[in-house]
């Protein structure tokens, strides 16, 4: 069984290193990830995140140089979705794709705006980047 799912992406005008050392450090979540985050610590080896679902841990894919930005977020009931998310080369910029996965027991209508959150998420993402020099 394969869930629905949705590739949300933006265009960044830096390049995907740039974008990718920016979004790998789970510290800067709370600046451009809302939906995920609105403030982190690090507990132990546990990056811990207050977010709309309660307290949740964030654990990105470790570091590498493709751009492999897939992280899993521990909900508080103990289950853990996994966000696949990737920054890659657009000529002299990038691009972010972040697949939402509709999971069972969510409706039509949460999982639109789920997207949608994800797309405001990105939106800051890229104002955030592109305001940097």
């Excluded at 050392?21 to 811990?48: E, T, Y």
């Excluded at 679902?53 to 493709?66: H, I, L, P, Q, R």
Aim: glycine content about 6%; charged content about 25%.
């Amino acid at each position: 069984m394969t869930f629905v799912s949705r590739h949300i992406s933006i265009s960044i005008n830096k390049t995907a290193k740039q974008v990718y050392d920016f979004v790998s450090d789970p510290a800067n979540l709370p600046q451009w990830a809302a939906g995920l985050s609105a403030s982190i610590k690090k507990v132990g080896q546990d990056w811990i995140a207050e977010s709309p679902m309660g307290t949740v841990k964030v654990k990105f894919a470790e570091k590498n140089d493709f751009g492999i930005l897939d992280h899993n977020v521990t909900l508080p009931s103990g289950e853990t979705v996994y966000n696949p998310m990737r920054a890659f080369p657009n000529d002299n910029g990038c691009e972010v794709v972040f697949t939402l996965y509709k999971l069972p027991g969510v409706t039509e209508e949460q999982y639109t705006q789920d997207g949608k959150l994800v797309e405001i998420d990105l939106v800051q993402l890229k104002h955030l980047m592109e305001e940097k020099q």
